[in-house]
């Protein structure tokens, strides 16, 4: 199917010729598939004939959306699991061992700095972070022997950090390491990671790909024998497949995907130029904005620059608060995305474990103010900031949790 278009291919990649006719994916609510007979169940489990056996590591819809992602993805295969964190989780597990190291750019998403920083050691293994991630030097300083794969997302949540995939890349190959990309908030329709020489992308597909914040779900495209490793070595012990239910939600997410991905991006820009251009904002983190420093860097790599961005208002936590709790279209929530605008404050919840040195080490200052803009009219979500900007001088009604001044803990 790769000869044919991204649009065609979310809707027709992948070898789906087991299925019976059908306009959607068949969605196989089924833990388990009948054998024929006690030789048919021999043959399959030990791999000497295709078929499906117990739904922890195999499931026809949740094959489905492998095989489509792995069509998009440009890679031999995929590996669906239940949430983006367990998608890194299992690669994490596969490839890195007690006395291992991986190198990854500090600018991840909170539940990655938690899984490397935290879970890595509880492994035996240890973290390397890139502080200075725009420098190729660091990454390469950074690297021990022990290194098993080079990590990086891009663009990041929620700082919008934009790497050089290819010279990251060039330095993975010099040194005979996997580079792997977290394309969560670009997506395939907009960045192909492997096409710019990355090795592995793992997704949280629970975000653009599902679409509207209905299925949670993550995903690891790479070779066939990375996948195939995983599948024997870590899904079945470690247990967080994908629901096959959620693989369908998936499915219609991807569908949609490429239309979405230009709506969000076009109304993404336009909400960019309105922020940048306000008296009450004193920085603005959208690559798409010509005034970015990561702005000549979207075209050689990516389509668009999909819709995350960041803010910091001039004026107090106070003001940011009320600007926050004054929004009426946009939705106040830790999550991105989605059909829907979603306001989020990055320091006092999706990035809060990471504590506030590690944070300003990251780009994330305690007043960042975090929107994945959706597909709502243009207009609307214009006029929705816009009276929302009015009312940080009004003295609107602040929710009690935020009088003290004091972030609520992690949760
Ligand atoms: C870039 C990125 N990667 C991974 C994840 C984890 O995904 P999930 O919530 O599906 O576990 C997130 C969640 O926000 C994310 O933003």
Same mark, same amino acid.
């Given at each position: 199917?790769?000869?044919?278009?991204?649009?065609?291919?979310?809707?027709?990649?992948?070898?789906?010729?087991?299925?019976?006719?059908?306009?959607?994916?068949?969605?196989?609510?089924?833990?388990?598939?009948?054998?024929?007979?006690?030789?048919?169940?021999?043959?399959?489990?030990?791999?000497?004939?295709?078929?499906?056996?117990?739904?922890?590591?195999?499931?026809?819809?949740?094959?489905?959306?492998?095989?489509?992602?792995?069509?998009?993805?440009?890679?031999?295969?995929?590996?669906?699991?239940?949430?983006?964190?367990?998608?890194?989780?299992?690669?994490?597990?596969?490839?890195?061992?007690?006395?291992?190291?991986?190198?990854?750019?500090?600018?991840?998403?909170?539940?990655?700095?938690?899984?490397?920083?935290?879970?890595?050691?509880?492994?035996?293994?240890?973290?390397?972070?890139?502080?200075?991630?725009?420098?190729?030097?660091?990454?390469?300083?950074?690297?021990?022997?022990?290194?098993?794969?080079?990590?990086?997302?891009?663009?990041?949540?929620?700082?919008?950090?934009?790497?050089?995939?290819?010279?990251?890349?060039?330095?993975?190959?010099?040194?005979?390491?996997?580079?792997?990309?977290?394309?969560?908030?670009?997506?395939?329709?907009?960045?192909?990671?492997?096409?710019?020489?990355?090795?592995?992308?793992?997704?949280?597909?629970?975000?653009?790909?599902?679409?509207?914040?209905?299925?949670?779900?993550?995903?690891?495209?790479?070779?066939?024998?990375?996948?195939?490793?995983?599948?024997?070595?870590?899904?079945?012990?470690?247990?967080?497949?994908?629901?096959?239910?959620?693989?369908?939600?998936?499915?219609?997410?991807?569908?949609?995907?490429?239309?979405?991905?230009?709506?969000?991006?076009?109304?993404?820009?336009?909400?960019?130029?309105?922020?940048?251009?306000?008296?009450?904002?004193?920085?603005?983190?959208?690559?798409?904005? *010509?005034?970015?420093?990561?702005?000549?860097? &979207?075209? /050689?790599? @990516?389509?668009?620059? #999909?819709?995350?961005?960041?803010? =910091?208002?001039?004026?107090?936590?106070?003001?940011?608060?009320?600007?926050?709790?004054?929004?009426?279209?946009?939705?106040?929530?830790?999550?991105?995305?989605?059909?829907?605008?979603?306001?989020?404050?990055?320091?006092?919840?999706?990035?809060?474990?990471?504590? *506030?040195?590690?944070?300003?080490?990251?780009? &994330?200052? /305690?007043? @960042?103010?975090?929107? #994945?803009?959706?597909?709502?009219? =243009?207009?609307?979500?214009?006029?929705?900031?816009?009276?929302?900007?009015?009312?940080?001088?009004?003295?609107?009604?602040?929710?009690?949790?935020?009088?003290?001044?004091?972030?609520?803990?992690?949760?």
């Amino acid at each position: 199917m790769t000869k044919h278009g991204f649009s065609t291919n979310a809707l027709h990649g992948g070898d789906t010729s087991f299925q019976p006719d059908s306009m959607s994916t068949p969605i196989y609510q089924s833990v388990a598939y009948p054998f024929f007979d006690a030789v048919e169940a021999a043959a399959i489990s030990s791999g000497q004939k295709p078929g499906f056996t117990y739904g922890r590591w195999d499931n026809p819809t949740v094959q489905v959306f492998e095989k489509r992602m792995a069509v998009l993805e440009h890679t031999e295969a995929a590996i669906a699991a239940a949430s983006g964190m367990s998608a890194t989780f299992l690669l994490t597990h596969h490839l890195v061992g007690p006395g291992d190291n991986v190198v990854s750019s500090n600018r991840v998403y909170g539940g990655t700095f938690g899984l490397f920083n935290v879970g890595l050691p509880r492994m035996g293994a240890n973290i390397n972070w890139v502080t200075n991630p725009e420098s190729i030097e660091a990454w390469e300083a950074a690297i021990t022997p022990r290194t098993k794969f080079i990590f990086v997302e891009t663009p990041s949540n929620p700082a919008l950090f934009i790497a050089d995939i290819p010279a990251l890349a060039a330095l993975a190959k010099s040194k005979n390491l996997p580079l792997v990309v977290d394309n969560t908030i670009a997506t395939p329709a907009l960045q192909q990671p492997v096409l710019l020489g990355a090795d592995i992308v793992v997704h949280s597909t629970t975000k653009y790909i599902c679409g509207n914040a209905t299925a949670l779900g993550g995903i690891v495209c790479g070779s066939h024998e990375l996948i195939d490793g995983i599948r024997q070595n870590c899904i079945r012990y470690l247990g967080p497949a994908m629901a096959p239910f959620n693989a369908w939600l998936n499915l219609l997410g991807l569908e949609t995907l490429a239309l979405r991905m230009d709506r969000h991006c076009q109304n993404a820009l336009a909400v960019a130029k309105f922020f940048e251009k306000h008296p009450k904002v004193s920085l603005v983190n959208y690559p798409g904005l *010509e005034s970015n420093p990561y702005h000549k860097m &979207i075209k /050689p790599q @990516m389509k668009g620059c #999909s819709s995350l961005m960041s803010i =910091e208002l001039k004026g107090t936590y106070e003001q940011a608060t009320r600007f926050i709790d004054s929004l009426l279209i946009i939705t106040h929530a830790t999550h991105l995305g989605t059909c829907r605008s979603i306001v989020t404050h990055p320091a006092s919840t999706t990035h809060a474990a990471m504590g *506030e040195e590690e944070m300003r080490k990251a780009g &994330i200052s /305690p007043s @960042m103010i975090r929107f #994945s803009i959706g597909i709502e009219d =243009e207009a609307d979500l214009i006029n929705d900031l816009a009276q929302a900007f009015d009312a940080i001088d009004k003295k609107a009604k602040v929710k009690e949790d935020f009088t003290t001044g004091k972030y609520p803990q992690a949760y």
